[in-house]
C-alpha cells in the first residue's frame, strides 16, 4: 500500500519540481533581461526608463488587439531588449547632440522599418513584418517623441498622438496606432 502511495504522489512531485524549474528559469530570464537594460540605460542616459515605457505601451495595444498572455509576454520582453543594440555603439554617436545616424544591426531588427516600406535598415513593407514589430514601431516612436532628446524637446503627449494618426497608412500600420489611440484614451 505504501508503494502504491509513492507510485501515485512521484508523478505530482514530478510536475511540481518541473514547475518550480520553470519558474525559475522566467525569474532567471527576467534578471537578465533586467541587467541588459540597465547596462544600455547607464551607457545612454538621455533613454533611461525608455525601454520599459516602450514595453509598456506595446503591453496595452497588444491587450487592446486581444493578445494572449504569452504573446503579450514575448512583446514586452522583444520591446525591452529592441535598443540592446546601443550597448555597443559608442558614446560618442549615442550622445551626439544631432540626430543619430541608422546604426541599427524581428523586433529588434526591424523597428524603424515603415508601413509604406520607406524605413531601415531593410526597407520593407509592413505585411512583411511581425504584428508585434508593427507594435513595437508605433511604442517606441511614440516614446522617442515624447521624451527630451541631447537635440531636441519632447513633443506633449496631444501632439505625438496627432503624428501618429497623421502618419498612420505612411509610416505606422493604421490597426496598430487605432489600437494605441484606445489604449490611450482607456488610460484617461
Request: hydrophobic share 40%.
Amino acid at each position: 500500500n505504501v508503494w502504491v502511495v509513492v507510485l501515485m504522489l512521484l508523478p505530482l512531485l514530478l510536475a511540481r519540481y518541473a514547475w518550480k524549474l520553470y519558474l525559475d528559469s522566467q525569474s532567471a530570464q527576467s534578471r537578465l533581461i533586467t541587467a541588459f537594460i540597465h547596462s544600455l540605460e547607464a551607457k545612454d542616459h538621455y533613454t533611461q526608463g525608455h525601454s520599459a515605457r516602450v514595453a509598456e505601451y506595446c503591453v496595452e495595444i497588444g491587450q487592446q488587439m486581444n493578445f494572449s498572455p504569452r504573446r503579450l509576454r514575448l512583446l514586452r520582453q522583444g520591446a525591452l531588449l529592441h535598443d540592446i543594440g546601443k550597448i555597443g555603439v559608442s558614446d560618442s554617436i549615442l550622445n551626439k547632440p544631432d540626430k543619430l545616424n541608422a546604426e541599427v544591426l524581428e523586433m529588434v531588427h526591424g523597428h524603424h522599418e515603415r508601413y509604406d516600406g520607406k524605413g531601415y535598415p531593410d526597407g520593407v513593407r509592413s505585411e512583411k513584418l511581425s504584428l508585434m514589430t508593427r507594435i513595437l514601431c508605433v511604442a517606441d516612436a511614440y516614446d522617442a517623441m515624447t521624451s527630451d532628446r541631447p537635440y531636441r524637446k519632447g513633443l506633449p503627449r496631444e501632439e505625438a498622438v496627432r503624428r501618429l494618426l497623421e502618419n498612420a497608412g505612411t509610416q505606422f500600420d493604421p490597426e496598430v496606432v487605432q489600437a494605441f489611440v484606445a489604449a490611450e484614451r482607456a488610460k484617461q
